[in-house]
């Protein structure tokens, strides 16, 4: 019995070794594996997933490149009032904020459309996505930050079923490859490790009970 326990023990030990190994490798090569650089090509929309503004110049570019005929984005949470916005600080919503960005790179009105409201995850965006397309298939040039676009396709993919995502990130945001050595890419990369446990684990962000299937 005591040779089973220590044999048990070794077993789990060189278990958690492994996993502790395995992990660690991961992360240090995050700033390879997260990122996901798809050729661009013809589609029926241009999709920016909901963060920062300059998602929304790379859209730009591809729109005026003659990619496709319409832009969607998903309106996010706005989360918590922000104390400088009532000091008569400039806080307009993240989708005015994109729009502002389309207008100034010369897109015409019209081609920017808004979806959904109040998403906190990525899930809930291609949830609105689904319901926005609807069920004949399209092909979706999808636009976002270089280190959301593994788990942004991964999730895209799942619920977008029969829809072709092409993951085209922003080239106007800085994530480094060696992410350590940068202090935003790190941020990044701590973020979305997390993010993708989360995800794993089954408990994406909500504002609302995940919708019945």
């Not at 999709?47 to 005929?69: E, F, K, N, S, T």
């Not at 609807?134 to 799942?158: D, F, N, Q």
């Amino acid at each position: 019995m005591k040779r089973f326990w220590a044999l048990f023990l070794q077993a789990v030990g060189a278990l958690t070794l492994l996993a502790m190994v395995l992990g660690g490798a991961l992360v240090l090569t995050a700033g390879y594996w997260l990122r996901m650089d798809e050729q661009p090509r013809k589609a029926d929309a241009i999709v920016i997933l909901a963060g920062r503004p300059q998602r929304a110049i790379h859209a730009a570019d591809l729109y005026l490149q003659g990619l496709a005929p319409v832009i969607l984005l998903g309106r996010p949470d706005p989360g918590d009032p922000d104390v400088l916005c009532s000091l008569g600080f400039d806080c307009m919503p993240q989708e005015e904020q994109m729009a502002k960005v389309l207008r100034a790179k010369g897109v015409p009105e019209g081609v920017l459309k808004p979806y959904g409201k109040g998403f906190l995850s990525t899930v809930e965006e291609a949830e609105g996505l689904a319901r926005e397309l609807g069920p004949e298939p399209k092909v979706l040039l999808v636009v976002t930050s270089a280190y959301h676009c593994r788990r942004a396709k991964m999730i895209l993919s799942s619920v977008l079923r029969g829809h072709e995502i092409i993951m085209s990130p922003t080239p106007y945001e800085r994530f480094d490859r060696q992410w350590w050595k940068h202090q935003n890419s790190a941020g990044a990369v701590v973020s979305e490790v997390a993010k993708f446990m989360f995800h794993f684990l089954g408990t994406p962000f909500r504002s609302a009970p995940a919708p019945a299937h």
